[in-house]
């Protein structure tokens, strides 16, 4: 079992589609995020999750909707997306259970994601 | 907000040479400045990191320098092999903010 496990691995959607991007951390981290990777461009974070406890949203159009069940569970519901918004997704976790604290992430593989 | 510069974009060396990415950040009040590895259809994974209180670090084959005056930092991984062919990210940050990455380096390495 890898650190940091998210399914689906790919996924194509319509714009009219809801799904749901799921990632779980078998490390006992109390903080997991969301990050978009897009070709040409920085990783952009989208989420923060702390203690179960959202403390960052980086202005992520609504569209996009984290959930956190647990501090082993992260979410991404995604409805009404739009063809900018394929990309992969990753999943990351990290132990300071401030989050924002500087450390070691430990990534998942991502999701791919195309939005037709 | 911090701004992370990396490059070059791209390098291909060959096998048992070095290889050298540099980055640029812009807020003074960063601290920690880690750099990650992606292989392909891996997620990134750090290999090294340094913070402000130090000027070089090295592991093996890689090794980070970092002058706070200039504010930049780089990595240097000598003896290259095959399996260092990845993307490479460096990042900036200090406690309470989002670490932010630079744009990434694509490091071919060809026997």
């Known amino acids: 079992e890898t650190g940091v496990t998210q399914t689906p691995r790919h996924l194509v959607m319509g714009m009219t589609n809801k799904k749901s991007l799921k990632c779980e951390q078998h490390l006992g981290h109390n903080a997991m995020y969301w990050y978009k990777q897009s070709a040409k461009k920085p990783l952009e974070l989208m989420f923060v999750y702390s203690l179960e406890e959202r403390v960052e949203n980086n202005s992520v159009p609504s569209r996009f909707s984290p959930e956190c069940p647990n501090s082993s569970h992260l979410f991404l519901h995604l409805h009404t997306l739009q063809p900018e918004d394929s990309a992969l997704y990753l999943c990351?976790?990290?132990?300071?259970?401030?989050?924002?604290?500087?450390?070691?992430?430990?990534f998942g593989e991502g999701s791919r994601l195309t939005v037709l | 907000g911090e701004n992370v510069e990396q490059h070059p974009s791209t390098l291909s060396v060959q096998e048992g040479d070095s290889a050298v990415i540099k980055c640029t950040y812009s807020d003074s009040a960063s601290n920690y400045f880690p750099w990650y590895k992606q292989e392909l259809g891996k997620g990134p994974q750090l290999i090294i990191d340094i913070r402000s209180n130090v000027g070089e670090k090295k592991d093996q084959r890689i090794a980070v320098t970092l002058n706070k005056t200039a504010k930049h930092f780089s990595l240097h991984i000598t003896e290259t092999q095959p399996e260092d062919s990845a993307v490479y990210f460096c990042?900036?940050?200090?406690?309470?903010?989002?670490?932010?990455f630079g744009k990434g380096t694509t490091l071919s390495v060809s026997s």
């Open positions: 990042a900036a940050n200090q406690a309470g903010t989002a670490l932010i």
């Open positions: 990351a976790s990290s132990q300071d259970p401030g989050a924002l604290i500087t450390g070691e992430l430990f």
